[in-house]
């Protein structure tokens, strides 16, 4: 099974930036990785994705324009970038990588990391 692991989160003010890092080890195969995260009491909510074989990116309309995912195929980390943070945006982020075009139902997800956004 693939494992995959974020950093990066923290406190930042309203309007601040912060980029996010998961790194993935294993031998499988991965079609597509993303980004989800989950404020208490809330549901998972999709953020964005990327798909590895010819970089299509796809973003939640909440995020649109202000955050941005990238991926280091080398490396097999992918990054999310986030400019002009809201306090909305605090919650635990979560980093997920699928060999399913289709669903994150079989996916695997890291620990999460807490990004709060004051004011």
């Known amino acids: 099974q693939v494992q995959v692991a974020e950093s990066g989160g923290g406190l930042v003010q309203a309007g601040g930036s912060l980029r996010l890092s998961c790194g993935r080890s294993?031998?499988?195969?991965?079609?597509?990785m993303g980004w989800f995260r989950q404020a208490p009491g809330k549901e998972r909510e999709f953020v964005a994705s990327?798909?590895?074989?010819?970089?299509?990116?796809y973003y939640a309309d909440s995020v649109k324009g202000r955050f941005s995912i990238s991926r280091d195929n080398a490396k097999n980390t992918v990054y999310l970038h986030m400019n002009s943070l809201k306090p909305e945006d605090t919650a635990v982020y979560y980093c997920a990588a699928t060999d399913d075009g289709r669903t994150w139902s079989n996916a695997s997800w890291g620990q999460g990391t807490q990004v709060t956004v004051s004011s």
């Open positions: 990327i798909r590895w074989s010819d970089d299509y990116i």
């Open positions: 294993g031998h499988t195969f991965i079609y597509r």
